[in-house]
């Protein structure tokens, strides 16, 4: 079975700049979740989305925003790009939201440069 | 706020060496702790989840630990390809099920 996929791998924007990076979950898993990890740090929680359904969102401004689709996949949107926003984003699957051995799996990333 | 310390920031071993990890949190209320590998360029990898205080799990050299305040990530005589970051993590009961509290984690090489 596949894992987690991400597209794209790598991303060079400008400043002022949008990006959409997207997920493809585990078959079967109806949790999306994204993640942004700064270098040297630990990823912070952007978004968790179920059924389509947004469950949860982390202390990121407006600029950034996500939906899901009906296959389960999502799309991370960032407008008005900042150098600040350079960081590996990290989708991550699992089947519900709310499960009591609730395991998530992550993709490899896209890593965004933004100059 | 919920809260996740890691240390040390860096670990260097030589083959064989046993030592450990450790992950000091304060949360709300827990509902799990957990530990994952990320080898460079790649996607966090899960290893463990723990629930309660006294609880351990171990998966070949590696056994995870918990308390009230920290949990221990042992390392039984490391190899090269143990060489990872490995990232401890919070969950809370009142939050998303899938909202996980990172610490910085600790970046281990194990030399041959």
């Known amino acids: 079975d596949a894992g987690v996929t991400q597209s794209p791998t790598h991303l060079i924007k400008t400043r002022g700049q949008h990006v959409t990076l997207r997920c493809s979950p585990i078959?079967?898993?109806?949790?999306v979740s994204w993640y942004q990890q700064v270098l040297g740090q630990g990823p912070q929680f952007i978004f968790q989305y179920y059924e389509k359904e947004e469950r949860g969102r982390g202390n990121f401004p407006d600029r950034f925003s996500a939906r899901q689709f009906p296959n389960y996949s999502s799309e991370l949107n960032v407008n008005a790009l900042l150098l600040g926003d350079s960081a590996l984003y990290l989708c991550a699957s699992s089947q519900g939201p709310r499960g009591t051995n609730e395991k998530l799996f992550f993709g490899s990333g896209t890593q965004l440069s933004v100059l | 706020e919920d809260q996740v310390t890691q240390s040390p920031e860096a670990l260097r071993l030589q083959e064989g060496e046993s030592s450990s990890l450790n992950c000091s949190y304060t949360?709300?209320?827990?509902?799990?702790l957990f530990w994952y590998r990320q080898d460079p360029g790649k996607g966090p990898e899960f290893l463990f989840t723990?629930?309660?205080a006294g609880e351990e799990k171990e998966k070949e050299r590696l056994k995870a630990t918990l308390t009230k305040k920290e949990s221990f990530l042992h390392i039984t005589a490391p190899k090269p390809e143990d060489s990872a970051t490995y990232l401890c993590a919070v969950q809370a009961w009142e939050t998303s099920g899938s909202r996980l509290t990172f610490g910085e984690g600790t970046q281990l090489t194990v030399n041959p």
């Open positions: 078959s079967g898993h109806k949790s």
């Open positions: 949360v709300s209320g827990l509902r799990g």
């Open positions: 723990l629930y309660s």
